[in-house]
């Protein structure tokens, strides 16, 4: 017997309904914490829960901007960003960098956060997240009423002690916050670890055509 199920049609539930419905299942989602200097100088800080490694050569990530926000207009006209890590000892702090503030207004002052400089681009690190990616602008790409924010890394600065002797981070000691559904949020909870099966090694040893 099949999973009884309820459907909803996005025509006919209108965006922003849609948009609540599909935050609460695309779960979780890590955040994109993107420092930004406008034209005139002032230093935006703002959370963005849409984000991801679009490429790995060149290194591009991408994060998406749902509307015309800070972010993306100093952006497009400086094409230049920082993402830090969002981590759970920050949590208020970054929740308090999504107010809506007026653009002359600068959140890293507002909630109180600590810069730090960024060795190839202008604007800063946040100081207490231990990842920083710099990133140049790679493209800004426009879908619906968001738009898609490619940027090429030019250093990552990660904090010493959350390497392995690997240079690997550890997600123990990075301890990344997470966006679910409405105000819920999650952290990284019991963390479960399995090594993926070769091909060869399956029954009937499966093999790509």
Same mark, same amino acid.
């Given at each position: 017997?099949?999973?009884?199920?309820?459907?909803?049609?996005?025509?006919?539930?209108?965006?922003?309904?849609?948009?609540?419905?599909?935050?609460?299942?695309?779960?979780?989602?890590?955040?994109?914490?993107?420092?930004?200097?406008?034209?005139?100088?002032?230093?935006?800080?703002?959370?963005?829960?849409?984000?991801?490694? *679009?490429? /790995?050569? #060149? @290194?591009? %990530?991408?994060?998406?901007? =749902?509307?015309?926000?800070?972010? &993306?207009?100093? +952006?497009?006209?400086?094409?230049?960003?920082?993402?830090?890590?969002?981590?759970?000892?920050?949590?208020?702090?970054?929740?308090?960098?999504?107010?809506?503030?007026?653009?002359?207004?600068?959140?890293?002052?507002?909630?109180?956060?600590?810069?730090?400089?960024? *060795?190839? /681009?202008? #604007? @800063?690190? %946040?100081?207490?997240?231990? =990842?920083?990616?710099?990133?140049? &602008?790679?493209? +800004?790409?426009?879908?619906?009423?968001?738009?898609?924010?490619?940027?090429?890394?030019?250093?990552?600065?990660?904090?010493?002690?959350?390497?392995?002797?690997?240079?690997?981070?550890?997600?123990?000691?990075?301890?990344?916050?997470?966006?679910?559904?409405?105000?819920?949020?999650?952290?990284?909870?019991? %963390?479960?670890?399995?090594?993926?099966?070769?091909?060869?090694?399956?029954?009937?040893?499966?093999?790509?055509?």
């Amino acid at each position: 017997m099949g999973t009884m199920r309820t459907d909803f049609d996005p025509a006919e539930m209108g965006g922003r309904s849609f948009y609540r419905l599909l935050t609460s299942v695309v779960v979780p989602r890590p955040i994109a914490w993107v420092s930004t200097v406008s034209p005139d100088g002032v230093e935006n800080l703002a959370p963005h829960s849409f984000f991801t490694i *679009a490429s /790995v050569n #060149p @290194p591009v %990530v991408s994060f998406t901007s =749902v509307g015309e926000k800070d972010s &993306l207009r100093n +952006i497009r006209e400086t094409g230049e960003f920082v993402i830090s890590l969002a981590p759970e000892d920050m949590f208020e702090a970054v929740n308090a960098t999504g107010t809506g503030f007026a653009a002359d207004v600068s959140e890293f002052d507002a909630a109180g956060i600590t810069r730090e400089a960024s *060795a190839t /681009v202008r #604007p @800063p690190r %946040v100081a207490g997240s231990p =990842v920083a990616l710099e990133c140049r &602008l790679h493209e +800004i790409h426009p879908v619906g009423d968001c738009f898609v924010v490619y940027g090429e890394i030019t250093r990552a600065a990660i904090s010493t002690e959350t390497l392995d002797g690997d240079s690997h981070p550890r997600i123990e000691a990075l301890r990344p916050l997470s966006r679910l559904g409405l105000n819920e949020w999650g952290t990284i909870g019991e %963390v479960r670890e399995i090594t993926r099966i070769p091909a060869g090694e399956w029954p009937g040893h499966y093999r790509r055509a």
